[in-house]
């Protein structure tokens, strides 16, 4: 099962994966107070509870819930303690598929994966990739990449530019920032015929094909594979989280477009302000 912060929109995260998602069955809600027939019930009333969903994902496979979760039951299963709503994810069907999009859910929204028995929670890390991509319908010259972002990697040393030629179009390029204790942030622009499943979900004039990828290679690449990766690796990905937000918001303001996250889920003009500030505290 996942556990997602109570009211968390699970339909908008399940598109993001699975466009075609929908409700099969909206969760109940209660209904209102209404009097009992009968003598014997005379001056009572009965609610209808609500009852959990059949969340659609592609078809063949659904998601069961939101089954509500008290702060006190959350903190006894080793989660946030905070109200929740609990879905069931079938193990079978879309196998690896389903049980990514829950890892990527649960990190998406600092949520949780909860075993069927709730012997142990796993609460993946909602920092653990800070790499972003804007698809824009707007390519930049590679001329101006580096005065337009060399502002926003301040404290590395930026190297040239790298162009690959196009013959039908506007050239490709990669930029490279180095930090001394940080590791590399990498910009690649490219021309791609393949976007992630949730641009599909948007208007067509919201994106396009050139993707703008903005990745951080640590000191030691190994750390990203981990959950509880060390301190340096934590406080090297703080260091640099600016940036890279920076790095995106101007490309953004540039080319237009969408960013999408390492989970492939949309992130707003908003969202990149508040990781910035977040990644300062």
Same mark, same amino acid.
């Given at each position: 099962?996942?556990?997602?912060p109570?009211?968390?929109?699970?339909?908008?995260?399940?598109? !993001?994966?699975?466009?075609?998602?929908?409700? #099969?069955r909206?969760?109940?809600?209660?209904?209102?107070?209404?009097?009992?027939?009968?003598?014997?019930?005379?001056?009572?009333?009965?609610?209808?509870?609500?009852?959990?969903?059949?969340?659609?994902?592609?078809?063949?496979?659904?998601? =069961?819930?939101?089954?509500?979760?008290?702060?006190?039951? !959350?903190?006894?299963?080793?989660?946030?303690?905070? @109200?929740?709503?609990?879905?069931?994810?079938?193990?079978?069907?879309?196998g690896?598929?389903?049980?990514?999009?829950?890892? !990527?859910?649960?990190?998406?929204?600092?949520?949780?994966?909860?075993?069927?028995?709730?012997?142990?929670?796993?609460?993946?890390?909602?920092?653990? #990739? =800070?790499?972003?991509t804007?698809? #824009?319908?707007?390519?930049?010259?590679?001329?101006?990449a580096?005065?337009?972002?060399?502002?926003?990697?301040?404290?590395?040393?930026?190297?040239?530019?790298?162009?690959?030629?196009?013959?039908?179009?506007?050239?490709?390029?990669?930029?490279?920032?180095?930090?001394?204790?940080?590791?590399?942030?990498?910009?690649?622009?490219?021309?791609?015929h @393949?976007?992630?499943?949730?641009?599909?979900?948007?208007?067509?004039?919201?994106?396009?094909p050139?993707?703008?990828?903005?990745?951080?290679?640590?000191?030691d690449?190994?750390?990203?594979?981990?959950?509880?990766? #060390?301190?340096?690796?934590?406080?090297?990905?703080?260091?640099?989280?600016?940036?890279?937000?920076?790095?995106? !918001?101007?490309?953004w303001?540039?080319?237009?477009?969408?960013? =999408?996250?390492?989970?492939?889920?949309?992130?707003?003009?908003? @969202?990149?302000? @508040?990781?910035?500030?977040?990644?300062?505290?």
């Amino acid at each position: 099962m996942i556990a997602l912060p109570r009211g968390t929109d699970v339909l908008v995260l399940a598109t !993001a994966w699975f466009p075609a998602a929908r409700w #099969s069955r909206e969760p109940g809600r209660a209904t209102a107070a209404r009097p009992m027939a009968g003598a014997r019930f005379r001056g009572m009333a009965a609610t209808t509870a609500p009852g959990p969903g059949l969340l659609d994902l592609d078809g063949a496979t659904e998601v =069961v819930g939101p089954f509500p979760l008290a702060a006190a039951d !959350a903190r006894a299963a080793g989660l946030p303690p905070r @109200e929740s709503d609990l879905y069931g994810v079938p193990v079978t069907g879309l196998g690896d598929v389903a049980a990514g999009w829950a890892t !990527a859910v649960a990190r998406r929204t600092g949520g949780a994966i909860l075993p069927a028995d709730r012997s142990r929670a796993l609460v993946p890390d909602p920092h653990a #990739s =800070v790499d972003l991509t804007l698809w #824009s319908p707007v390519p930049v010259p590679p001329r101006d990449a580096l005065p337009l972002l060399r502002p926003s990697l301040s404290g590395s040393r930026v190297g040239p530019v790298e162009t690959a030629g196009r013959p039908d179009g506007p050239a490709e390029f990669s930029l490279t920032a180095s930090y001394e204790y940080d590791g590399q942030v990498v910009v690649r622009c490219t021309r791609s015929h @393949e976007v992630p499943a949730v641009l599909s979900t948007l208007d067509w004039r919201a994106h396009g094909p050139w993707a703008y990828r903005v990745s951080w290679l640590p000191p030691d690449p190994v750390e990203l594979e981990v959950e509880q990766p #060390s301190q340096l690796h934590v406080i090297a990905r703080q260091r640099v989280t600016p940036g890279i937000c920076r790095v995106v !918001a101007t490309l953004w303001r540039t080319a237009g477009g969408t960013v =999408v996250d390492a989970g492939g889920f949309v992130v707003t003009p908003e @969202e990149l302000d @508040e990781r910035v500030r977040t990644a300062r505290r």
